[in-house]
């Protein structure tokens, strides 16, 4: 499991900054910025498996922050709100035309194959030795090669449930699902996914 980085900060901490931003501290939206915009990007980066895609995304997301923040009203937590926002703002970009008239699937051979230009990949491996670090790295390229090749809408669940950990509750506000739709899909991508690993792990 991934820890859950837009969590790190507290539902209160983010209430004290829209507060003062909505006051007309314009500062205190870079604050928001500079709190979440590692965590927004490591997700862009793993709905689109692209780091050109997740960047432009992630800026797509602030813009729509600035613009949207007057309508946050205080009901849920800031991170829920964000999160979906970053959900939509990917799922646009994926459904564009001009995504998908791209050939960007990457397959699991292919991932391997260019992995040495994959570095600076954003999960902490605590493993205590380097071949045990290099062997946890592979693992970790893999998974993620396998969910790149899944369906957007299954790859959307295993991120947000598996890797961000999010509860079925948030993944519901979240994505707009009903409960019984995202445990379906859910169920049927994490067996897409262990088909794709199945002999290769």
């Not at 791209?102 to 600076?120: D, M, P, T, W």
């Amino acid at each position: 499991m991934i820890g859950n980085a837009l969590y790190e900060q507290t539902p209160e901490e983010d209430r004290l900054r829209i507060r003062a931003f909505l006051e007309g501290d314009r500062t205190a939206f870079d604050s928001i910025v500079l709190c979440h915009q590692d965590s927004v990007y490591n997700l862009c980066l793993r709905l689109m498996g692209d780091r050109e895609d997740a960047a432009d995304c992630a800026q797509e997301v602030f813009l729509r922050v600035f613009r949207s923040l007057k309508g946050f009203r205080f009901r849920s937590r800031f991170s829920t709100w964000l999160y979906a926002i970053v959900v939509n703002t990917c799922r646009n970009r994926l459904n564009s035309a001009e995504f998908r008239n791209r050939s960007r699937k990457v397959s699991i051979q292919s991932f391997f194959e260019n992995s040495e230009s994959r570095e600076g990949h954003d999960v902490e491996d605590p493993a205590p030795t380097p071949l045990a670090r290099l062997a946890q790295k592979e693992r970790d390229r893999l998974v993620q090669a396998a969910i790149n090749e899944l369906p957007s809408e299954g790859r959307e669940l295993v991120i947000l449930r598996d890797m961000e950990e999010l509860s079925y509750e948030e993944i519901v506000a979240v994505t707009g699902y009903n409960l019984g739709t995202v445990k379906s899909r859910l169920a049927r991508a994490r067996q897409q996914l262990r088909e794709k690993l199945k002999g290769v792990m």
